[in-house]
Each structure stands twice: as structure tokens, then as C-alpha cells.
């Protein structure tokens, strides 16, 4: 009988931290079984960001590196650059990459270095308790934008897929969400296309997955997962940015 | 062996080179460029890799990725890009990543000049960045040094996982010397700790300096301080040019030391007895040493390009057994021979010979 599921191997069997609900368990799992799918896991090395996943080397059974908040992409630089066989990840939240690392992350995709980022945009510092975050919407209430953000005083989100397709270097850009079990697919083939595209030594590529974080929306899981839908996909279409021509984004 | 006239920034540049560094991640600053120019053109040569970083904040976690990858691997820049890198040096020192850093310093604090100084003593030697962790310091005191400490760097790190930084001025840096370079080293980044991917390993190499859950702080704090003893007890450099029979050491280190060496030339035909005291670590400082000259009545003067800071570890050295008197240079210019043999005059006994 053919196995159509199985644990991934790229995981280890450690339960994680996240809160009930919290869509970043669904991500690891995305990204574990692109790993699988793609024989890597023996020359897979992940930048673990600060931010809810700051123990994603916990749950991940491949060698990994703990950057400092925001760093990850300069940290993953360096390992590619001395291992240019190696598929190189990092794994970074909104505040994480938006924010604090928006050099970093910029300079890398200018530089179109070879490596693969997952992005999670959950709208918060989930870690630190729900501030506001470079992508927090228009409106939105978080701790530090208690009346709801307001774009008069505090700007407006930033739109990390755009900001980077403005830009040479990007070989696959690409923002997905989790929120129901379709887009969950069609998720996981991004982040596949997006590690394919790093082992074809194509460039740059960077994958926004749209993520839950019900604990500071201050929601259940299952309204959580309607907030995606009903308020960040309009602010946050989903697509491909960028992709080579022989890539379609139809399956996104 | 190849003898070859070098400016000391080449010097510092050549000697990683010829230690198998073939990593090399920086940005632009005065008055260490000649650096990251040299090994612009030189790494390519033997197959390495050049990076000019977005920033030094990159750089440096650009040196934490390739030196966590099990690679030799280099960053240089001067104060203002040095401040912006102790987050990552912080970083390095609590995974346990080997690397070498250059800090060709100039005049501060805030931009400051680009004048030469030695007032990055405190920033070198104290931590400057977050938590307790302790960088090996070295400070060459002539182009030959800066090409033999960085290859003394490079294998230090490996030897003990830890970051070296090497502490040199802008005078140093630009100074042409003759130096002696050792032959070409190669060096594979294989290291049994270092992130390459599993390659079939069982069990997945981490580096990373969290400790959040239970007593893991602790436990790396205790395995970072046991390391720092043992570097300590080892690594103490330093030389003691005529201190033995002197009646009063002067104590300088990097530039100051090559002023202090002439001023002490002059008084020493005057029959004067005085001696040079060069720490070569500026951490680990070299303070038995200092504690024991004290403990046989020796006077010390302190010559620094700074209002004070190598001072304070003499003082701790000698701990109240001898008087310690300080000069120092604050206008980011270098003392002249005549200043420092007119200090030490004053502090000698009045016509006596010695
Ligand atoms: C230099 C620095 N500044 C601030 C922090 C505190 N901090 C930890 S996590 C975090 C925000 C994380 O938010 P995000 O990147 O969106 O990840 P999430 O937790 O939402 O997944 C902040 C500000 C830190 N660790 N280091
Ligand atoms: S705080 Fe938010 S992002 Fe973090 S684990 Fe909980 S739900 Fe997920
Ligand atoms: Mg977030």
C-alpha cells in the first residue's frame, strides 16, 4: 500500500511551544516536508530567528544557527558563502524581518544570495506579547497601538513581497496563507518551488505565509483563522511576486 | 621565507591570508580601508570570498554564519563600526564561534577622528557588549607582529572557540615596515561542531547562545567562565624589555610603546635605569608579571593615546605595592619622544643615576 501520510522526517519528535491555534506549527511542517520532498535534509542548514520560533532548532532535525533578531539573513549569508552546496533557510517572524532586519533583509535579496526564507506574517511580536509590528493593519489594536493603528501618526503596514519584486535580485517571492486546508497545499508547494529554486541556484527566494496568532488578536483559532481571510489577504493579496517564466504562480 | 616592505593594515590583511583565512566580511571605514581593499583584490586569488556588507551590524553576523560554518574567517573596522558589531560579537562569544576582528582605532567617542587612539582599551578588553564574555586581545607592536598575531588569532580561536580581536591605531595601520611572511597555510573548514548540514551525522549541530529553559544559562555561563580561566592562566603575552634592573617601567602598548622605546633608548645613554613593560594581550592582561616587578619596588609610568583606561588594569596589577603614575593623549596625536623622556625625568630622582 503506498503512503500518502507520514511524519516528516525533517522534524524531530519534540512537542513545541506554540499556543493552541498558532499556525507556526503548520509552517514547520510545510517547510519539513519540502525538506523530505526534495532528499535535502542531509545539507539543510535553518537560521533560527528571535520571535515565536526562536526554538525552531529544537523541532527541526538539521543543523541550524541562532541568529540575533533581525540577523538572520546576513548569518545565512555566511554560510552559504562557505558552503555553496548547502541549502541554506531562515525562518523569521514580521518584527523579526520587517522591522529590526529590514537592512538585512533588503541587502540579501539585492545581493540575490543564494538562500530561502520563510516569512511569517502573523501582524504582531507574537514572542513579546502583541506589540505592534511593522505590518500590524490599519485599525488594528495591539499593546502599543491600544485606540487601533493609527496611519495619521504611525504610517502604514509594509508590504514585504512588493518592496522586494521592486528589486533585481529576487529569483521567487511569493506570500501564501494557512488559514484552510486548500491554501495549506497550495502553501506548501510555494515553499517548495521556493527551496527547488535555491537548489537550482537561481537566486533569492522568499516565501510570506500569512500566519495566525491567536493569542495576542486575542481570539479563538477558529476566528483566527477567519481574521486571515476576512482582513489580511485584502491588505496582503496572495500570489507569486516573482518567479522564473518556466514557473508558474497558477498553483498559488 | 618572504621579506616585503607592508603598510600594517596590509600587514594585518597578508598575515590572515597566510593563515587560511578565506572569508573576509566588512564596510568602509577610516582608517582600516586598506584592509577589506587588500583582500578585495587578494582573496579571490586563492579562491576565497570578499563580501562588502551592508553594514557593520551584517558583517559581523555575516562572520557569525561563516565562522559558525567551521570557516577561518575575518572582519576589521575602526570605533563607530566596532560599537556597531558588539551585538554580534556578543553573539559569537556565547555560541562559541571562532573569528578574527580588527580594530584599527581612531579618536572618539561618537565620530570622533580619524586620528590615532588607544581609548577602545575599555571596549576591547571589558566586554562592550552585552553579558559576561571576554575576547582574547592582542596588540602588535610592529608590522612583523601584526602578521604573526593574526596567524597566533586565527589558530587561538580555533583552539578555543572564541573570538580574537586584534586592537592596533591608525599610526600602525598606515606605517610601511619590513616584515617576514610565513609561507601560504590552507585550512578546510571542517570542524566536528560546525553547521554543514547533518552530512549522515546523527545528531544536527547547533550554535546558538540562548539558554531560557531551567538552569541552561547557568550551566553556559559556568562552561564560558571555566574556558575564560584557562585562556587566562595560558594566553598572557607580553615583553619585558630591561625591567628587571630598572628603578622605574614605563608600561605602553601598540603605538605609545614605540614612543615610549625611543624616549627610554635616550635616557638609558643618560645612564638612567628604565625598562619597557609591552603587554602583547591586552586580555588576558599579563598582571602576575606586573604584580611580581611591583612587589620588588618598582615604580610604573602608564603612557596611553586615552584619558585612562590600560592605567586602571596596571593599578589592579600592582594592587598598592607600587606608585603608579599615568600620561596620557587625549587630542587623538601621538606623544612625542620628548614629552614621554620628560615624564619619565620628572618622575626619576633628582640627578641621580638611576
Ligand atoms: C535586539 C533585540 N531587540 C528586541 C528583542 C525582543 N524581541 C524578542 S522577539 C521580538 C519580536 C518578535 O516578533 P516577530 O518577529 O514578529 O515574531 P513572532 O514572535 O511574531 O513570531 C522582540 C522585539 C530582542 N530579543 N533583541
Ligand atoms: S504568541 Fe502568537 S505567534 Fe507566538 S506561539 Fe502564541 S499564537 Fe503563535
Ligand atoms: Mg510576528
Known amino acids: 500500500m503506498k503512503k500518502i501520510f507520514a511524519y516528516p522526517r525533517a522534524l524531530t519528535q519534540k512537542r513545541t511551544h506554540y499556543c493552541p491555534g ?47 533578531h533581525g540577523r538572520a539573513p546576513a548569518v545565512a549569508t555566511g554560510i552559504k558563502r562557505v558552503h555553496p552546496e548547502a541549502i541554506v533557510f531562515s525562518y523569521q517572524g514580521d518584527g523579526d524581518l520587517a522591522s529590526i532586519g529590514m537592512a538585512e533583509i533588503i541587502h540579501a535579496a539585492a545581493r540575490g544570495e543564494k538562500i530561502t526564507v520563510i516569512f511569517v506574517n502573523n501582524t504582531v511580536y507574537g514572542m513579546t506579547g502583541g506589540q505592534m509590528a511593522p505590518t500590524t493593519l490599519p485599525g488594528q489594536k495591539t499593546t502599543t497601538s491600544p485606540y487601533g493603528r493609527d496611519t495619521a501618526t504611525v504610517g502604514y503596514p509594509i508590504r514585504v513581497c512588493e518592496l522586494l519584486a521592486t528589486l533585481d535580485g529576487p529569483a521567487y517571492l511569493a506570500r501564501v496563507s494557512v488559514h484552510d486546508p486548500a491554501h495549506i497545499v497550495r502553501a506548501g508547494k510555494a515553499i517548495r518551488q521556493a527551496f527547488a529554486m535555491q537548489m537550482a541556484g537561481k537566486g533569492f527566494s522568499l516565501v510570506e505565509v500569512l500566519s495566525s ?21 485584502p491588505y496582503y493579496p496572495l500570489g507569486v511576486f516573482r518567479a522564473p517564466e518556466e514557473v508558474t504562480g497558477d498553483d498559488v | 621565507m618572504e621579506r616585503v616592505m607592508m603598510k600594517g ?28 581593499e587588500y583582500m578585495a583584490r587578494r582573496l579571490p586569488e586563492v579562491g576565497g570570498v570578499f563580501l562588502q556588507a551592508e553594514s557593520e551590524v551584517s558583517a559581523i553576523n555575516m562572520v557569525y554564519g561563516a565562522g559558525g560554518a567551521g ?48 581609548a577602545d582599551y575599555f571596549q576591547a578588553t571589558k566586554g562592550g557588549g552585552h553579558g559576561d564574555y571576554r575576547l582574547l586581545v592582542y596588540a602588535p607592536g610592529n608590522a612583523q607582529e601584526m602578521v604573526d598575531l593574526m596567524g597566533l588569532a586565527f ?17 600602525m595601520g598606515q606605517m610601511m615596515e619590513p616584515v617576514v611572511l610565513p609561507p601560504l597555510r590552507t585550512v578546510t573548514a571542517e570542524q566536528p561542531w560546525a553547521t554543514t548540514g547533518k552530512q549522515g551525522r546523527k545528531k544536527p549541530n547547533l550554535i546558538n547562545s540562548l539558554g531560557i529553559v531551567g538552569e541552561e544559562l547557568e550551566r553556559i555561563n559556568i562552561e564560558l567562565q571555566a574556558k575564560y580561566d584557562r585562556m587566562a592562566a595560558a594566553e598572557a603575552r607580553y615583553e619585558a624589555d630591561g625591567t628587571a634592573e630598572a628603578d622605574l617601567i614605563v608600561v605602553a602598548y601598540g603605538t605609545s610603546s614605540r614612543v615610549a622605546r625611543s624616549a627610554i633608548a635616550r635616557l638609558r645613554q643618560e645612564g638612567k635605569k628604565v625598562g619597557l613593560f609591552r603587554p602583547v594581550t591586552l586580555w588576558p592582561f599579563p598582571q602576575a608579571v606586573l604584580a611580581s ?61 638611576g
Open chain 1, 22 to 68: 498558532c499556525t507556526h506549527g503548520i509552517i514547520h511542517r510545510l517547510v519539513a516536508e519540502a525538506i523530505d520532498d526534495l532528499d535535502i535534509q542531509e545539507r539543510t542548514i535553518g537560521i533560527a530567528p528571535v520571535g515565536c520560533a526562536v526554538l525552531a532548532y529544537d523541532y527541526f532535525d538539521l543543523d541550524f544557527q541562532e541568529a540575533a
Open chain 2, 71 to 118: 570557516a577561518r574567517v575575518l572582519t576589521s573596522s575602526s570605533g563607530p563600526g566596532i560599537s556597531l558589531k558588539l551585538e554580534g560579537i556578543s553573539y559569537i562569544a556565547g555560541a562559541q564561534v571562532p573569528c578574527v576582528i580588527v580594530n584599527v582605532a581612531r579618536g572618539g567617542p561618537g565620530l570622533g577622528g580619524l586620528t590615532p587612539s588607544q
Open chain 2, 155 to 171: 589558530d587561538k580561536a580555533e583552539e578555543y572557540r572564541n573570538p580574537v580581536m586584534i586592537l592596533t591605531d591608525a599610526i
Open chain 2, 293 to 353: 616587578l611591583a612587589a620588588d619596588g618598582k615604580r610604573f609610568l602608564v603612557v596611553e593615546m586615552s584619558a585612562g583606561q590600560l592605567v586602571e588594569d596596571v593599578i589592579l596589577a600592582v594592587n598598592d605595592r607600587a606608585k603608579v603614575s599615568f600620561f596620557g593623549k587625549l587630542n587623538g596625536t601621538v606623544p612625542t619622544v620628548r614629552e614621554v623622556y620628560d615624564r619619565i625625568r620628572s618622575l626619576l630622582p633628582e640627578g641621580g643615576e
Open chain 1, 213 to 233: 496568532c491567536p493569542t495576542n488578536w486575542g481570539m479563538t483559532p477558529v476566528q483566527a483563522l477567519s481574521w486571515i481571510k476576512e482582513k489580511m489577504i
Open chain 2, 9 to 36: 593594515n596590509e600587514a594585518l590583511a597578508e598575515g590572515a591570508i597566510r593563515a587560511g583565512c578565506r572569508f573576509f566580511f566588512g564596510y568602509p571605514i577610516t582608517p582600516q580601508n586598506e584592509i577589506p
